[in-house]
């Protein structure tokens, strides 16, 4: 599956099916925990809020990071970080709706 697909796949997707492929993934690579995992990418999330700026170079770092046994022109680690952070985004919008903030 090209990356195209995949990331027209993702749009399909909602936060819970996004997160249980994710989780399947980590448990494959066995490497790390997802929670960990989860969380450094919701902390260069806010970063990169805060900053003003998007930038898609630190998720792909921090997951190569987590996962260094496993080569990082792996397409695994890409679909990793794509459904980990529609995950976030889809919780963060859903949280915002919820408390009529908006963008």
Same mark, same amino acid.
């Given at each position: 599956?090209? &990356?195209?697909? +995949?990331?027209?796949?993702?749009?399909? +997707?909602? !936060?819970?099916?996004?997160?249980?492929? !994710?989780?399947? @993934?980590?448990?494959m690579? %066995?490497?790390? &925990? $997802?929670?960990? =995992?989860?969380?450094?990418?919701?902390? @260069?999330? *806010? &970063?990169? !809020?805060?900053? %003003?700026?998007?930038?898609?170079?630190? =998720? $792909?770092?921090?997951?190569?990071? +987590? +996962?260094?046994?496993? $080569?990082?022109?792996?397409? #695994? #680690?890409?679909? #990793?970080?794509?459904l980990?952070?529609?995950? @976030?985004?889809?919780?963060?919008?859903? =949280?915002?709706?919820?408390? %009529? *903030?908006?963008?």
């Amino acid at each position: 599956m090209d &990356s195209n697909t +995949f990331a027209d796949m993702l749009l399909t +997707f909602d !936060a819970s099916t996004c997160e249980r492929h !994710a989780r399947k @993934i980590v448990q494959m690579l %066995g490497e790390s &925990s $997802f929670e960990k =995992y989860q969380h450094s990418m919701m902390d @260069i999330v *806010i &970063s990169n !809020a805060q900053a %003003g700026k998007h930038d898609e170079k630190r =998720y $792909f770092q921090q997951t190569e990071n +987590f +996962f260094p046994g496993v $080569f990082s022109d792996n397409d #695994l #680690l890409a679909k #990793l970080a794509g459904l980990t952070l529609m995950s @976030i985004t889809l919780r963060v919008e859903k =949280y915002n709706r919820k408390m %009529g *903030i908006s963008k």
